[in-house]
């Protein structure tokens, strides 16, 4: 791999030497495949996934695999995520009726999280979910669950009233709240799940990919590296919320999800 | 990568559909492991702790429960205890003074016979006295009469009763001189 390929930018180029800021651009989420298989291109998000999901179960598996009644620190360390997304999200969110769902939930807020959290880890340094296809699989997921649980519970007429007819309303307004339920419930709700992980995700390492660029960019006179300076603290400060950022919208889906799946369940009026 | 630029760059709202299976097969596989063998594992020990945790409430409930009447078993034992010692203190007071009255009583009634009968002694002593005396006296006075006289007069009552007579007389006046004191 040559330095181009691992840093994705002009790397002999800097400020004052008539040279422009090669700023990222949508090539800095496209990668070179690792190998072929026939017309399928296997690449570094794709690596990246595979690592997380063995990051996520050997993680899982040491702590959860043999628990004991009075757990370590590592094992109490996973209770505490795994509570938090049990409690703080499936309860919260579903009730009592979340439980069956619980596991699902659980995968797929680690799932997002690992993917996000790819980002901050020297060498991979890219949010797997910057690339649109896993957020758009995973909201895919999430969208057959959902329809498939809205007509588990309601039934075909049912499903189609819990998903385009909310109760409770004056009759007029049916008119219009129907088909806007009915495009927002089956069209615009995956959608927008996969775009809003998606796009922050995008944006964050669009941002940091900037001020690091930059900082290097900058380099080389003195005044370059007073602005260099202040790149890389920028830098910093964004790594920190981009950190945050990742865990709130592996929450975010999470929680959109379960909201989904307690609407699909609520009884039929 | 640079030398990608020369083709148009793949539009980054389109997903690749190798990605999408990558993605799904990985979430797929953290499900299964999850949902199979891991959170079962972990919520069974969750629900022990939960249950060990509860039964530990209550076990402790149970004990303060069971102290608490312990206590107050004890409580009740020492108010009955003290109840009691209250109780002889006072029965021996009093058994105390009806003793003391008891032996006043009884002190008082020897006393008052030890003078009773020293009175009767006494009285005894004087009546002998006084019968000897007054026999002697018959006797002496007779015997001096006669001396005097030169005769026995001591066949004759009536020389007797005489005597007595004159003794009674004595008797009398010493009653009345006791009656007057």
């Given amino acids: ?269 | 990568m640079m030398y990608l630029a020369a083709e148009e760059p793949q539009n980054p709202l389109l997903p690749v559909w190798p990605e999408v299976v990558i993605g799904l097969l990985c979430f797929a596989i953290i499900f299964f492991v999850f949902a199979k063998k891991l959170l079962p594992s972990i919520n069974k020990v969750l629900d022990e702790r939960h249950d060990k945790i509860v039964g530990g409430i209550e076990e402790a409930e149970a004990a303060q429960v069971e102290a608490q009447s312990v206590l107050e078993q004890y409580k009740a034992q020492l108010a009955e205890a003290r109840h009691e010692a209250a109780r002889l203190r006072s029965e021996a007071q009093e058994q105390g003074a009806t003793l003391i009255a008891e032996m006043r009583a009884e002190g008082q009634r020897q006393r008052e016979e030890i003078i009773a009968a020293g009175h009767a002694q006494i009285e005894a002593d004087r009546k002998a006295a006084a019968q000897s005396l007054r026999q002697d006296v018959g006797q002496l006075a007779t015997e001096l009469a006669s001396k005097i006289v030169g005769e026995s007069l001591e066949e004759h009552a009536r020389q007797s009763r005489t005597i007595d007579r004159f003794l009674d007389g004595l008797d009398d006046a010493a009653t009345k001189a006791e009656a007057t004191r």
């Avoid at chain 1, 990222?24 to 017309?39: K, N």
């Avoid at chain 1, 896993?134 to 075909?156: C, H, Q, R, S």
């Fill in chain 1, 1 to 269: 791999m040559s330095s181009d390929q691992l840093l994705a930018f002009e790397t002999d180029c800097h400020l004052f030497k008539d040279c422009g800021f090669p700023a990222p651009s949508v090539w800095s989420f496209l990668f070179d495949p690792i190998f072929s298989v026939g017309p399928v291109d296997f690449n570094k998000p794709m690596l990246l996934a595979l690592i997380g999901t063995v990051v996520i179960l050997a993680f899982f598996w040491a702590a959860f695999s043999k628990p004991k009644l009075v757990p370590g620190k590592f094992q109490m360390v996973a209770e505490i995520l795994y509570d938090f997304v049990r409690n703080g999200i499936a309860r919260e969110t579903i009730g009592k009726k979340g439980e069956p769902f619980v596991p699902f939930l659980v995968s797929l807020f680690f799932f997002v999280w690992i993917l996000n959290l790819w980002a901050l880890i020297p060498l991979a340094q890219f949010p797997v979910n910057s690339v649109i296809a896993f957020p758009v699989g995973l909201a895919l997921m999430v969208w057959i669950v959902y329809m498939t649980v809205t007509f588990k519970t309601n039934g075909f007429v049912g499903g189609i009233r819990n998903l385009c007819v909310p109760s409770g309303l004056p009759k007029p307004i049916y008119v219009i709240l129907t088909p806007i339920e009915f495009v927002s419930n089956i069209f615009v709700r995956p959608f927008t799940l996969a775009v809003r992980l998606f796009a922050n995700m995008f944006a964050g390492h669009i941002l940091i990919l900037i001020f690091t660029i930059a900082t290097w960019y900058m380099l080389g006179t003195l005044l370059g590296t007073v602005y260099a300076t202040a790149s890389f603290a920028l830098t910093l400060v964004l790594t920190v919320f981009e950190m945050f950022i990742q865990a709130l919208q592996a929450y975010v889906f999470t929680v959109l999800t379960a909201t989904y799946l307690s609407q699909a369940l609520e009884e039929a009026h």
